[in-house]
């Protein structure tokens, strides 16, 4: 295999690059990464998922190795999601992406609307 090039479509790099850079798969492994939690309570907290996005993107993390999912002989099956050791291996750059975030929202939304005022400017001359 030759050496990773995320810059070449076709190196398998980007496919985990989408996964680290897909907001679902992002709050799922922050919340994952405090407990385990059944699929209804990730649903629960994680505001605006869909049954089948939040169910894809359980998939996708688990075909991955970031999470792991364990299910429970009762009736119904009880199923509950877990972060890997691989998933916690990520969940400090997904960590540092959310702290910064949070740090730095205000100056984020600043420049956009600045940028906003003078787009509308530009446009119109």
Known sequence: MRDPNVFDGKCPTRVVLDRVGDKWAVL???LLASEPLRFNELRRRIDGISQKMLSQTLKSLERDGL???KAFATVPVTVEYSITELGRTLYSAVDSLRLWAETHLA???AAQQRYDGTEGLS???
């Open 28 to 30: 799922i492994l922050l």
């Open 67 to 69: 999470v792991g999912r």
């Open 107 to 109: 100056d984020v939304v």
């Open 123 to 125: 446009q119109a001359a």
